[in-house]
């Protein structure tokens, strides 16, 4: 990864900018090719990350058969959720001898302690697997972050929004071309996913193979405790900010989400608020009132939300975009063990206010175009 320093005219503070541009198409060059008079407007010096020079070529290669081909591997990665178990339930059907073994995995999948360890089972072989490249050029994350964390620390990263699936998250984590090791450095990002998903079939094993662990308490508070820069990426508004998810909408469920904050305190991990330019743009909701009441009702019954989306040509196809993930300076906590109801108040607050600064601050930039941030 090369970040250099770019030198505005000016005498203000200098920022750290990979020169490397990283778009597949005009418009994403041009949201991830700022200038420095731009990125000097923001303020102090944030560090920039893109991918790496191999994937910034691939982004940018014309040939409509190779376009094809990345648009087909990116549409693939984001139907992973139903393509691996439906296949594993097609062979459970139509190939007898495999009914017993598939049986006893399907059952291992609900007791596996994997599942609530902290730390799951992360493979960097499939981390460095060639086909990454071809998906990361499709998207083409930038990183921004305001301030480098110091290793020492376990961390607890605030993520939003949601989106549908979760895409540009999956898209940092399971590739080490996404530049995140670098923009992290020395710090093992593990995202907290639903515990039901934690249980899906297959679709698991690439889950834990990439460092997912599950949202429950007793995952979080053990990855935690291992420290040695072990963190926790949650996505705060959940399943249900998911049924927010369209082009230009900026809902975020977070007014009464605390308990991340909790954590947090009880274990002595500063909060950094992360947000992801782009996240939910990739697919489009459907919508409509009969729809929504549906999914809002099967929301609440199942935890478990179910959004109808789209993306191009009316089918599963994500939109080519360039997300770009800011990641806010840190809010340090006083560990203890029964943190007060004022304590979490007073965290979550300051945790708004820093959500919505580095919102307003690069949404110019990242995010012409994108609502007013809105807490529900």
Not at 93 to 112: G, H, L, N
Request: glycine content about 6%.
């Amino acid at each position: 990864m090369t970040v250099t320093t770019v030198q505005p005219q000016s005498e203000e503070p200098q920022v750290a900018v990979n020169v490397q541009t990283s778009g597949a198409d005009k418009t994403d060059e041009a949201l991830h090719s700022p200038s420095p008079q731009k990125l000097d407007k923001c303020g102090a010096d944030p560090l920039i990350f893109d991918a790496g020079k191999d994937v910034l070529k691939l982004s940018q290669h014309s040939s409509r058969t190779y376009r094809a081909f990345q648009t087909a591997l990116a549409t693939l990665f984001a139907t992973l959720i139903i393509i691996l178990p439906l296949s594993l339930l097609l062979t459970f059907i139509y190939v007898s001898w495999s009914r017993i073994p598939i049986a006893a995995y399907v059952a291992f999948c609900f007791i596996d302690p994997a599942i609530d360890d902290g730390i799951g089972r992360q493979l960097e072989k499939v981390r460095t697997l060639g086909i990454w490249k071809h998906i990361n050029a499709y998207f083409c994350v930038r990183l921004v972050v305001e301030q480098k964390l110091d290793p020492a620390f376990s961390y607890i990263f605030g993520v939003s929004p949601h989106g549908i699936l979760c895409f540009t998250g999956q898209v940092l984590m399971a590739s080490q071309d996404s530049g995140i090791d670098d923009a992290l450095e020395g710090i093992t990002f593990h995202t907290a996913a639903l515990h039901h998903v934690m249980k899906v079939p297959l679709f698991r094993e690439y889950l834990l193979s990439i460092g997912v662990i599950s949202s429950s308490r007793n995952s979080i508070r053990r990855c935690l405790a291992r420290g040695g820069g072990h963190s926790v990426g949650i996505i705060i508004g959940g399943a249900k900010e998911s049924l927010y998810t369209n082009r230009g909408n900026r809902r975020l469920i977070l007014k009464n989400r605390k308990g991340f904050v909790r954590e947090a305190i009880m274990a002595g991990a500063p909060l950094v608020p992360v947000f992801v330019f782009g996240e939910n743009d990739i697919f489009q909701q459907l919508d409509h009132p009969l729809l929504a009441r549906l999914q809002r009702w099967l929301q609440h019954k199942m935890k478990f939300a179910i959004p109808v989306f789209y993306g191009r040509f009316g089918f599963f196809v994500p939109r080519r975009t360039s997300p770009a993930v800011v990641f806010g300076r840190p809010i340090f906590v006083e560990k203890a063990q029964s943190p007060s109801f004022d304590d979490i108040n007073k965290t979550h607050a300051q945790y708004l206010a820093e959500l919505h600064r580095i919102y307003n601050k690069y949404r110019p930039i990242y995010d012409p175009k994108g609502d007013d941030l809105v807490i529900i």
